[in-house]
């Protein structure tokens, strides 16, 4: 399996940028397809951005051409950009990996707080 651990989250300004981390141990990368969620209090976990080994990137509606997810090799991180932030994404921001072949993400780390002010 691949742990997952989060980092970056915060109290930010709206209109403001934070740049959250995935810090990842384990089976390598090839093995997973790499994911971002959120979940709001009282909303369903939301998915917002993917990446597989070879870079193919999707992204939901409501954060494309704000949220950006990359990766460094070297230092096994994923990364989610978040630029124009506003208080609607107010959530625990989530990291997970999916297996390629398998159908949902098992693998999950522990969250982070992510706060927009107005």
């Known amino acids: 399996q691949v742990q997952l651990v989060e980092s970056g989250g915060g109290l930010v300004q709206a209109g403001g940028s934070l740049r959250l981390s995935c810090a990842a141990s384990?089976?390598?990368?090839?093995?997973?397809?790499m994911g971002w969620f959120r979940q709001a209090p009282g909303k369903e976990r939301e998915f917002l951005a993917s990446?597989?080994?070879?870079?193919?990137?999707d992204y939901t509606d409501p954060v494309k051409g704000r949220f950006t997810i990359s990766r460094d090799n070297g230092a096994n991180t994923v990364y989610l950009q978040m630029n124009s932030l506003n208080v609607e994404d107010t959530a625990v921001y989530y990291c997970?990996?999916?297996?390629?072949?398998?159908?949902?993400?098992?693998?999950w780390g522990q969250g982070t707080q992510v706060t927009v002010s107005s």
């Open positions: 990446l597989s080994w070879g870079r193919s990137t």
């Open positions: 384990g089976r390598t990368f090839s093995r997973y397809v």
């Open positions: 997970a990996a999916r297996e390629y072949g398998m159908a949902t993400y098992d693998y």
